[in-house]
């Protein structure tokens, strides 16, 4: 290297500047990198705040984990245990007839009220607005102030009823009817974010569809049956797997309703209302079975697993995507 | 150009999270080698915000006499505490410092929690003995006891004026309970508010019936004997017999304590901690008397201390806190707000309310209190199940005689697992 010229000098640093320049703009040229460069923040968060959790709570599901003490592994102990207990076959029985009561009816409501906040009707603004406001509410919040609308006594909601000569029920302390109350304020609550996904869905609908079906003479009903729900039928679908989610993992609105915490685990209406994330909640965070807790998530994960991926596969049959 | 700029921005979203997650650890390595000249911080939890004046006191009384020390308080609400614990002690990420009661001292203590505590330098004669063994194991106090929780009955005598009837004394028995508690009973008013939970209800009961309610060893449920069934059917004559009472149901929909804020029930049982809410709904109209008395009398009797994390990084300084939380100046600022468990203050508690409030029936009660009988394995899970049987009870779902098997049943399966 000493006996270089300056000029050979110069010649070979400009040869590595090249080199150095050509490496970069490769990988410049490479979109991959940039793209896993991109989802890394999300990912990164997915992985160390869902997924490993999620494996941590698979491992602790076969040990009798306490969450204070060191974990002893036990094998299947809890599952065999959790089979045996009535409570998680009250908890699946109840959990299933609150998804039957909210998915359908959440689901043809929110296609008819977004049906119609895509016509021309006066302050369609308005009305959308109010249907969304539940939606930027907290569940917890929105559930207090139920409890109150719903007290059969100072409740306005048995006060309405009693102006129409109806005798309103004890809402939240009688068996029978506070599974109905849990259903209802969630439909209400669920609405307007489903609502809104729709009418993004019927606004992506091309008009020239119906106005071929208006030279043809089709009828409203049959524009709407033919046209406007095949159409639709990928947000339907959408809307229909989260809302099924959502119903399986049941929590807040109960909670709130049993009076919450220490309280909810004594009062006498848990049975007719408890789902499965209440009794993961009760067992590992009021018992203090965290192992036993985990072993009950696995089987909800399974379920939730198990019904989405039915979900897809008949998707098949009625979802089209054009 | 685009391309670059791309880079950049997704290096440096990747750098916010990385250095995100990573800053706390460094201040924290960084505050550890300045050694003992800096600053020690400790993390102070407690559950109830209705301490926030007496517990600022506290740490400002305690900071102004260790310059070195900085408590960090942080208040979370009853419903969270505990979970709150339950996952932070043991990952060493929790308080160094907070407020523990005698069912959660039975959970953390064997599984080496709590630090232990040098009594040394702590007056322990001051304290109530039961109190002081309640947050101990093996001889070993593990929480300085501050706080007493008792039981006393409370009444509206607003409700009684208007009816023209006498207020409770403290002479009473169950008969006069149920005669007053019908007489008091119309369309609109309860005479009596049950509380069908364990500690501030139908443990009481049990108590004053002459029950163990478990047996010596902790581990052998005994409420289901036929003294245990006659307290039972006591209660449940109240609410199903003479109707003086709301049921479970009603009291899920509206609780015990709304309902006497509201002035809707005349009497009802509960412990110290209630008596400043209570006062500052009804104001004088509240008035506090010793518990009716059954075979004999008797309360249960519930104990809080200031605990240390086994695993806090600065035991000595936690020690300190923990020496000072036994004086008698910082007793007499919790006492702004609570039952002290140090007798010596409790003057200072009583006096916070009128003497016609005689807020002294809960001092009173101490006599004759009992401490909260629990299983000394899985206390939370045995009291919730028998807490589930008694909800049952008292929503006419279940029979006396059934439902308290049940819960045997349910406890005993508990302690077997």
Known sequence: ?322 | MKKVTSLVLALALLCTLVTGCGSKKEEAAASGEGAKEETVELNLYYWDESFNDAMAKVVDTFEAAHENIKINVTTIPWGEYWTKLQTTLPTDSGPDIFWCNYMYSLEFIPNNLLLPIDTANIDTDQYAAEALDMLSADGQLYAVPFMLDTVAMVYNKDLFDAKGIDYPTADWTWDDLRATAAALTDENHYGYCLDYQSQMGTFNFLLQNGVSVYEEDGLTPNFNSDAAVEAFNFQYDLVFTDKSSPNASQLSELSKGDRFMAGQVAMTYCTSPYVATYYEALGDALGCVELPAGKEEACTLNAVGFAGSANTAHPEEVQMFLEFASTAECQELIAQNGMPACLDAAGTWVANFPEEVNAQAFISMLDVAHRLPLAHKSPAATRSAYESECGNIFAGTKTVEEGLNDAIAAVQAELGA
């Open chain 1, 1 to 322: 290297m000493a006996n270089l010229t300056g000029k050979q000098n110069k010649r070979c640093l400009q040869k590595t500047w090249n080199c150095a320049r050509y490496r970069l703009k490769q990988l410049h040229d490479s979109e991959k990198v940039n793209g896993y460069l991109f989802i890394a923040p999300l990912t990164i968060g997915v992985v160390v705040f869902s997924i490993l959790p999620i494996l941590f709570a698979f491992a602790m599901s076969f040990t009798d984990w306490n969450s204070l003490s060191t974990p002893q592994i036990t094998a299947f102990a809890n599952y065999s245990k959790l089979l045996a207990d009535p409570n998680l076959k009250i908890e699946l029985r109840n959990t299933f007839f609150y998804a039957l009561g909210t998915v359908p009816v959440t689901l043809i409501l929110a296609v008819l009220i977004a049906n119609a906040l895509n016509q021309k009707i006066p302050c369609r603004g308005l009305f959308r607005t109010i249907y969304f406001l539940p939606v930027v509410t907290m569940q917890v919040a929105v559930a207090m102030v139920w409890r109150w609308l719903l007290n059969s006594q100072f409740g306005i909601v048995n006060q309405i009823l009693g102006f129409f000569g109806i005798e309103g029920p004890m809402w939240l302390g009688d068996t029978r009817f506070i599974m109905f109350a849990v259903i209802i304020v969630t439909v209400w609550n669920k609405l307007g974010y489903n609502t809104i996904i729709l009418l993004a869905g019927l606004q992506g609908i091309s008009d020239s569809y119906y106005e071929a079906a208006d030279i043809e003479g089709a009828s409203s009903w049959k524009k709407f049956t033919k046209i406007t729900l095949p159409l639709l039928s990928p947000s339907i679908f959408f809307v229909s797997i989260t809302l099924t989610m959502d119903a399986l993992k049941a929590f807040d609105i109960i909670y709130v309703f049993t009076g919450s915490g220490a309280d909810s685990s004594s009062s006498p209406m848990l049975k007719a209302v408890r789902t499965m994330v209440y009794g993961i909640y009760e067992n590992g965070f009021i018992n203090m079975k965290m192992g036993y807790a985990c072993a009950e998530a696995v089987i909800l994960f399974a379920i939730i697993m198990a019904i989405t991926a039915f979900q897809f596969y008949m998707q098949k049959k009625w979802v089209y995507y054009d």
